[in-house]
C-alpha cells in the first residue's frame, strides 16, 4: 500500500504562485512515476505533470508555468505553480503509478482557487 498527502492548496489571486506537496509513505519504490492531476467541477480529471525515471512531461497548459520536482530524499513531489489563471481552478490530486504493474494511487486533493 502507498499513502499520498497533498498540500499546499488555497486561494490566490490571478497571477499568483502556489507549491503543492505532495508526501508519499507505504511501499513506494523511487521507480515509481509520480504526477499531479486535476479535476474542474463537471470536467473529468486530467493530467497535470509527472515525473518519472525518463524524465517529466506537462500538459501544454501548464508548459512554461508549472514546475514538478521530486526530492527522493523525502518521499516528496511537488507542484510550483506559476502565473496562476482563473482557469487553473481545480482540485489537484497526487498520483503515484508503478511502472511494472501499472497500478495507480491516489491523494485525498487539495483545492486550488484562483480569484480576484
Known amino acids: 500500500q502507498v499513502q499520498l498527502v497533498e498540500s499546499g492548496g488555497g486561494l490566490v489571486q490571478p497571477g499568483g504562485s502556489l507549491r503543492l506537496s505532495c508526501v508519499a509513505s507505504g511501499n513506494i519504490a523511487s521507480t515509481y512515476i509520480m504526477g499531479w492531476y486535476r479535476q474542474a467541477p463537471g470536467k473529468q480529471r486530467v493530467l497535470v505533470a509527472r515525473i518519472g525515471s525518463s524524465g517529466t512531461n506537462y500538459a501544454d497548459f501548464v508548459k512554461g508555468r508549472f514546475t514538478i520536482s521530486r526530492d527522493y530524499a523525502k518521499n516528496t513531489v511537488y507542484l510550483q505553480m506559476n502565473s496562476l489563471k482563473p482557469e487553473d481552478t481545480a482540485v489537484y490530486y497526487c498520483?503515484?503509478?508503478?511502472?511494472?504493474?501499472?497500478?495507480?494511487?491516489w491523494g485525498q486533493g487539495t483545492q486550488v482557487t484562483v480569484s480576484s
Open positions: 498520483n503515484s503509478r508503478n511502472p511494472i504493474n501499472q497500478y495507480e494511487y
